[in-house]
């Protein structure tokens, strides 16, 4: 498993959520998740515009293995989707952090920090999660 | 891959040795007959037999292999229950044909509807569904239905466990209800609390699976049914796992509400390979009048035992019809004839020998150094293991392990499901196995470990022995295609 990276924060359901500069927020899934869940072969995801509620059903991940859903770190509005994971699921288990991206939130409110975990705290998170 | 009967074909070619006598060509007006020949094979008699005895001998089955595939009881299917489903008294029974010609066969359905009441406690039993989905299908349409009926208007909630089977939110959601997720505990046990939370006047039921996937009883039951009846729901059993309880314990006695029954997989039809199955359904009192059609009635008619479909007349408010005639015929007479041939004492021995295979095998693996994802419980009739661990340190998956035991020809079991447990195997040896059977998956399992480490065996491309080699699931997943086209 590669390092997490620095810049993001994370949760207890394994998404990963960055802030960009324009105020909104990118939400993916971890490494972690998209090792467990195996190759994935596709994903539902929200319609741009579509408001979400924190730790509500966002989008639809399935892999070979399993499908399971994404839930929404914070409540928000979606004002982007990727879409190219339409034709391409499989970007999710090669780029977690990048081009695997699911969509772009807009917050509502100040985004509460305390849901949500550090790099550090994550890691330490999944080192439990393995004994 | 093999080449198909059609790349065989070639025109002309004809096994006639044992064709009919030429019959006269049936009366059908010129402008219906086709003018070419239609796209069938055309082969020689050997090519035929070679073709299909090669293809069968490329299956992995129970009647060449240990299928310790978890969760499906791939059990011993005696060949008795086939034979005499096929008698053709009941093979070619007409279904339209009236039913003082079907009194033999009707009585069979009445009989085997009155065995399964008593093995599972309940009430009714319809054996209509045709499968074991449609059979939870018609079991949480009979809840809702039943609510309804009650002017309970406000309850569509229903609630599943984690570990439940995909078919049961699936259900859940066809029926129009909104599923609500229950965690599992440590210990395999549902999380008492958590149902309390999500326990309210919207709750129309629970479906359980007991013993659960997770290869334990279910230890609260009584509390839990007592809980969901006193918040209005009612309780649905996945008879997915009836095979670990037969004739010890009865979903009925343990208060549920309504159960669906496997009987391709409990009661001895051939299964694993898309069908035909059966779901038959059994329902407690309250459930009674919604019960799918048609069910075999028995009356008295001048002195005389009369069997009769009961149709919508006979239960207004039933569900509705789900299957054109009785379901699965076949399926249904080969249960008739299992558990005639099983006998009551038989069942209670299924029950005992499934548990004591599966927990002998428990105890060797972990004895051997495997991890059990649920150490402190006794194991039903199958128990997981997982190798996350092994994943970990020689890169030895759950998935590796199961195409390295297809090498070592044994059926992989069942992995990745509970999707709770990382890395896991689930495992199911049922009562038709022997010792020396068991001993033997156990030393190949522990074979295989042993190569990881020691000599560094990479399974990552097995399986290496097999007609086809590891497939590409993402592939088949998504550009899945079956269909034969001729160059």
Known sequence: MTELPGDLLYTKDHEWLRHEDDGTVTVGITEHAATALGDLVYVELPEVGQDVESDGEMAVVESVKAASDVYAPITGSVVAVNDDLADDPEKINSEPYGEGWIVKLAPDDEIDESQLMSPDAYQQFLDELDD | ?487
Request: charged letters at 20%; glycine letters at 8%.
């Open chain 2, 1 to 487: 891959m093999s080449e198909l009967i059609f790349e065989k074909s070639r025109s002309g070619r004809r096994a006639f040795a044992q064709a009919p006598f030429e019959a006269a060509p049936p009366a059908i007006p010129q402008q219906f007959l086709r003018n070419d020949k239609p796209r069938l094979p055309e082969a020689s008699e050997l090519q035929v037999v070679r073709h299909f005895t090669r293809l069968s001998q490329k299956n992995f089955s129970i009647d060449t292999q240990f299928y310790p595939l978890g969760s499906c009881t791939m059990k011993y299917n005696p060949r008795a229950c086939n034979a005499l489903a096929l008698l053709p008294e009941f093979a070619g029974r007409h279904p339209l044909g009236p039913v003082s010609h079907g009194q033999g066969f009707l009585t069979c359905m009445y009989e085997l509807q009155e065995m399964l009441r008593e093995v599972t406690g309940m009430k009714g039993v319809s054996l209509t569904p045709m499968a074991g989905a449609q059979g939870e299908l018609a079991g949480v349409a009979m809840i809702k239905a039943y609510h309804q009926a009650r002017g309970d208007h406000e309850r569509n909630e229903i609630i599943v466990p984690d570990a439940a089977h995909g078919t049961n939110p699936a259900t859940a959601n066809m029926c129009g209800c909104i599923v609500k997720e229950i965690p599992t505990g440590p210990d395999g046990d549902i999380e008492i609390a958590a149902l309390k939370a999500v326990l309210s006047p919207r709750t129309a039921g629970i479906m359980l699976t007991n013993p659960s996937t997770l290869g334990v009883f279910e230890r609260h039951i009584k509390d839990v049914a007592d809980m969901v009846h006193a918040a209005g729901g009612l309780l649905y059993y996945d008879g997915a796992n009836l095979n670990a309880i037969l004739g010890k314990v009865r979903p009925g006695d343990m208060d549920f509400d309504v159960i669906h029954m496997n009987l391709h997989k409990t009661f001895s039809t051939p299964h694993g390979g898309g069908g035909p199955g059966s779901g038959a359904v059994g329902v407690n009192k309250r459930l009674l009048p919604f019960m799918p059609i048609p069910v075999v009635g028995r009356s008295e008619v001048e002195g005389k035992t009369v069997y009769d479909w009961l149709t919508e007349e006979d239960l207004p408010q039933s569900i509705g019809r789900l299957s054109g005639f009785m379901g699965n015929a076949g399926v249904l007479l080969r249960a008739y004839v299992y558990m005639r041939m099983i006998g009551r004492a038989g069942m209670e021995r299924i029950a005992e020998y499934a548990t004591l295979n599966a927990n002998y095998l428990m105890a060797r693996l972990r004895d051997a150094g495997f991890e059990l994802a649920y150490p402190g419980r006794r194991a039903s009739h199958e128990f997981i293991v997982t190798l996350k661990h092994e994943a970990k340190s020689v890169s030895l998956t759950a998935m590796d392990m199961a195409k390295a035991l297809l090498d070592r020809n044994y059926h992989a079991p069942t992995t990745y499901f509970p999707l709770l447990v990382p890395e896991c195997l689930l495992i199911e040896p049922t009562e038709t196995e022997s010792k020396e059977t068991l001993d033997g998956f156990v030393a190949a399992m522990i074979d295989i470990v042993r190569a990881a480490k020691e000599d560094g065996a990479d399974y990552k491309e097995a399986p290496y022995k097999m007609p086809v080699r590891r497939l590409d699931d993402v592939k088949a997943a998504r550009q899945l295609d079956l269909a034969y086209r001729p160059e």
